[in-house]
């Protein structure tokens, strides 16, 4: 009879629409009706399930599934990626050849290894155990073998012991065994050996929780922990590549890309893969493509470290490869630039190219595609090709020599910008169909100047040059997942190698903008001053600003790379640089918005011995002057303080950090508006007085700087989303975002200190010298703030 249906709901999918047909079909061979409403809700495995079961039946002349047999056929349809060996797979697991899923698994495994037909049977049927009975007396004596190693501590912990480890143990003496037979067998020869379970075998056990530290001083227990800080980039950063890793731990060795889930293999696969590793000696090989028309940013910073920082845990190596394709965006500056913040992360090219060094084997490769009759010239606008729904070219059919001709006449300039592309006969997972391959483009290239008037495309280029510089592993951002179907064509299409892509999430953080053209219109707007100004997030703006290479590297290991795209606060990357600068900033005081003391009576210069950094004595002392007129806070000083205040004020006195010395205000001189200009206080030493309820810092014979501190450039979290700031990302920049202090006082440690060295300036941050420094007076970034103390006033 027929099934009498509802009527398909516009928009609704076919599994949907025919769920009941599904939920059939499913709980036939064994699926419970949850599991199987659980299966619909993802319509491919929905899909694939179907068509597994469908073939299976086929298979036993559409007999009765059992559902032992179900659920190896549910573990196809999840696993089995390429299905051209279904049919295979199907008659042995039908006809019990293949039982049980580790038999399962070694016959995916198997395939995985031998992408090539014909299947060498007899191999095949070995490496799956087919053919192999395992006995109950078998099984029966690899349990008591096990047992009798454990017994020591079953009688010790009983039940409580872990009987996993038992099983597993089992399992690797008999691979092929039925794991229920083993089970019962383990759980039967437990219960001979314990006897049945008493009341107190049926208690969960307790765990004892460990005191971390315990009768361990705080320096003692910092001293135990693992050392968390990097002596410099190159040993650290990326190098503990299990925290950076994330998803790559599941990565393919070099020459057996035909391993990985959705690679596609060809008739001469393995012969490139074996020609291949000739040429490359199973090196691991990767590469960072930038383009040159931009500043890196932080986003960057990940990408590098990940390419780098793989190749370098797997003893391999790593290009700096130039996408230089767009002459029109290209200036030297980029360039530079680019390879000066690589090394600054601490990392060496083993070669820097460029694109462009592959511009005649591109070429080469694209008339050898037309001759293949997978590319054409077409004449169609651009603004007819854009886009995803535009028409099919007139032109698609055209005879190859008419193709070849015209790609000839481009490259000689004897066509017009505009009037002629290269398309390529094949459509991206997106649903583009025909991307273009080569434009015109009457533009100098900065390299090959006027050799060239035709430039090649992204989705051209990019997977050819990684096939000619044998990359194994071509790492990018999760965007590109669904170039992958086309980078594997074109690779196959002109029988080159074809390296592995692998994708990631990229990194993104809140409270900026990280675009090439939006940074560009903050420059053009007067908001920043360039692509270094340190509010930005370009690698060149944050090495300004202070931040140490080190602690961009801690911080991508942090994070680490997993396949889903992140965002995250500014806050998360301060702390790994403060972390770092802890333990490496020497310490300096320094006086923001000075105040003028003069210590009644007048007191002879003092040279004071002063920590380096306070808690890491190796680091040595400083030399820090102390005269009868010093220059504190001007916050550090109230006349009419408020409750909980601990500072100096006229009836409290306060000391001075480093000096043991603790001042009384004697008198307070002020202008003619009343404000305080100067205080006049006496000094005593603490060991003769009462201890003061705070210490300050300070600072005597001082150096003037100019200090510069930085705010968040953007107000709201998300200043790219048109529902968070609708008049666009420039009108929620914050005005307040830098505040200059033209004449601030510094102690007389900073003398001498070049650009970009860093000090922490005790109470206030940590700063770092700008190239805006002169021999007459240096300019300070403030870093960082010093983490907040909330027991602080």
């Given at each position: 009879f027929e099934c009498i249906r509802k009527p398909k709901i516009k928009g609704e999918s076919a599994v949907m629409s025919n769920s009941g047909d599904f939920i059939n079909l499913f709980t036939s061979i064994g699926l419970s009706e949850q599991k199987a409403k659980e299966t619909l809700k993802n319509e491919s495995l929905a899909n694939d399930l179907k068509q597994v079961?469908?073939?299976?039946?086929?298979?036993?002349?559409?007999?009765?599934?059992?559902?032992?047999?179900?659920?190896?056929?549910?573990?196809?349809?999840?696993?089995?990626?390429?299905?051209?060996?279904?049919?295979?797979?199907?008659?042995?697991?039908?006809?019990?050849?293949?039982?049980?899923?580790?038999?399962?698994?070694?016959?995916?495994?198997?395939?995985?290894?031998?992408?090539?037909?014909?299947?060498?049977?007899?191999?095949?049927?070995?490496?799956?155990?087919?053919?192999?009975?395992?006995?109950?007396?078998?099984?029966?004596?690899?349990?008591?073998?096990?047992?009798?190693?454990?017994?020591?501590?079953?009688?010790?912990?009983?039940?409580?012991?872990?009987?996993?480890?038992?099983?597993?143990?089992?399992?690797?003496?008999?691979?092929?065994?039925?794991?229920?037979?083993?089970?019962?067998?383990?759980?039967?020869?437990v219960l001979d050996l314990l006897g049945p379970k008493t009341d107190a075998d049926r208690e969960k056990p307790t765990k004892a929780k460990e005191s971390k530290g315990k009768g361990k001083t705080k320096e003692e227990q910092k001293k135990s922990e693992p050392e968390k800080e990097l002596e410099s980039p190159a040993e650290g950063g990326a190098e503990n590549i299990n925290q950076l890793m994330g998803e790559a731990v599941k990565f393919h060795k070099p020459g057996e890309n035909y391993k990985t889930d959705g690679y596609v293999v060809t008739p001469k696969t393995m012969e490139i893969l074996k020609q291949h590793l000739e040429l490359t000696g199973g090196q691991v090989r990767s590469r960072f493509p930038p383009e040159p028309n931009g500043i890196l940013h932080i986003g960057h910073a990940k990408a590098?470290?990940?390419?780098?920082?793989?190749?370098?845990?797997?003893?391999?190596?790593?290009?700096?490869?130039?996408?230089?394709?767009?002459?029109?965006?290209?200036?030297?500056k980029f360039f530079t630039a680019i390879l000066d913040m690589v090394r600054w992360l601490g990392y060496e090219p083993y070669q820097v190219t460029h694109a462009s060094d592959y511009f005649q084997e591109l070429y080469d490769l694209a008339v050898d595609l037309i001759r293949r009759d997978l590319a054409y010239i077409c004449h169609m606008r651009p603004e007819e090709i854009k886009g995803y729904n535009n028409p099919d070219s007139p032109w698609r059919d055209r005879p190859i020599e008419e193709s070849l001709k015209l790609f000839d006449d481009m490259r000689r300039g004897k066509i017009a910008e505009g009037d002629a592309v290269l398309r390529m006969k094949h459509t991206l997972a997106e649903g583009k169909?025909?991307?273009?391959?080569?434009?015109?483009?009457?533009?100098?290239?900065?390299?090959?100047?006027?050799?060239?008037?035709?430039?090649?495309t992204y989705d051209y280029t990019h997977c050819l040059c990684d096939s000619l510089e044998h990359i194994t592993h071509s790492l990018c951002t999760k965007e590109f997942q669904s170039r992958r179907q086309s980078y594997y064509w074109l690779c196959n299409a002109l029988d080159q190698y074809c390296p592995v892509q692998w994708e990631y999430g990229r990194l993104n953080m809140n409270y900026t903008?990280?675009?090439?053209?939006?940074?560009?219109?903050?420059?053009?707007?007067?908001?920043?001053?360039?692509?270094?100004?340190?509010?930005?997030?370009?690698?060149?703006?944050?090495?300004?600003?202070?931040?140490?290479?080190?602690?961009?590297?801690?911080?991508?290991?942090?994070?680490?790379?997993?396949?889903?795209?992140?965002?995250?606060?500014?806050?998360?990357?301060?702390?790994?640089?403060?972390?770092?600068?802890?333990?490496?900033?020497?310490?300096?005081?320094?006086?923001?918005?000075?105040?003028k003391v003069t210590i009644l009576p007048e007191r002879k210069l003092e040279e004071l011995s002063v920590p380096v950094i306070p808690h890491d004595s190796s680091k040595g002392t400083r030399k820090m002057p102390f005269t009868s007129v010093i220059y504190i806070e001007q916050s550090d000083f109230s006349e009419n303080p408020e409750k909980g205040y601990r500072r100096l004020t006229p009836s409290q006195p306060v000391g001075l950090k480093y000096a043991a010395q603790v001042l009384t205000v004697q008198s307070i001189v002020k202008d003619e508006s009343g404000q305080v200009k100067e205080l006049k206080v006496t000094a005593q030493s603490v060991d003769t007085t009462s201890k003061p309820k705070g210490f300050i810092h300070w600072v005597s014979e001082p150096v003037e700087c100019e200090v510069r501190i930085y705010g968040r450039l953007f107000k709201h979290k998300n200043p790219e989303d048109p529902s968070e700031v609708p008049g666009g990302f420039v009108t929620d920049c914050n005005q307040d975002s830098l505040r200059v202090i033209p004449n601030a006082l510094?102690?007389?440690?900073?003398?001498?200190?070049?650009?970009?060295?860093?000090?922490?300036?005790?109470?206030?941050?940590?700063?770092?010298?700008?190239?805006?420094?002169?021999?007459?007076?240096?300019?300070?970034?403030?870093?960082?703030?010093?983490?907040?103390?909330?027991?602080?006033?």
């Open positions: 079961i469908n073939e299976a039946k086929r298979h036993n002349g559409g007999g009765t599934i059992d559902k032992a047999c179900g659920a190896l056929l549910y573990h196809i349809a999840t696993r089995m990626k390429n299905k051209n060996r279904l049919g295979f797979l199907l008659e042995y697991v039908i006809n019990k050849g293949l039982s049980s899923e580790p038999q399962l698994t070694a016959a995916l495994d198997y395939f995985k290894s031998h992408p090539t037909d014909p299947i060498d049977v007899k191999a095949f049927e070995s490496a799956c155990g087919i053919g192999v009975e395992i006995t109950p007396e078998q099984v029966e004596e690899a349990v008591e073998v096990v047992i009798k190693k454990h017994s020591a501590g079953l009688l010790e912990k009983r039940y409580h012991y872990n009987m996993g480890s038992i099983m597993g143990e089992v399992r690797q003496s008999l691979k092929w065994a039925d794991g229920k037979a083993i089970k019962s067998e383990v759980d039967m020869q590098i470290n990940f390419n780098f920082g793989y190749a370098r845990a797997h003893g391999g190596i790593t290009f700096l490869r130039y996408d230089d394709t767009n002459p029109e965006k290209e200036e030297e169909k025909d991307p273009v391959a080569y434009r015109i483009k009457f533009t100098p290239h900065h390299r090959s100047k006027d050799k060239w008037c035709i430039y090649p903008v990280v675009s090439k053209r939006k940074i560009g219109k903050l420059i053009e707007h007067g908001i920043v001053r360039d692509w270094d100004d340190p509010r930005l997030y370009t690698l060149t703006a944050l090495r300004r600003r202070g931040f140490p290479a080190e602690a961009i590297n801690n911080f991508c290991a942090k994070i680490g790379v997993t396949m889903s795209r992140v965002t995250f606060d500014p806050s998360l990357l301060d702390s790994c640089v403060r972390d770092y600068l802890n333990n490496t900033a020497p310490r300096a005081m320094a006086v923001l918005e000075p105040l510094v102690d007389q440690s900073v003398k001498g200190a070049k650009v970009y060295d860093k000090f922490q300036f005790e109470r206030n941050g940590y700063f770092s010298i700008d190239p805006d420094s002169t021999p007459e007076k240096i300019v300070f970034n403030r870093t960082v703030a010093l983490k907040e103390d909330v027991g602080k006033n």
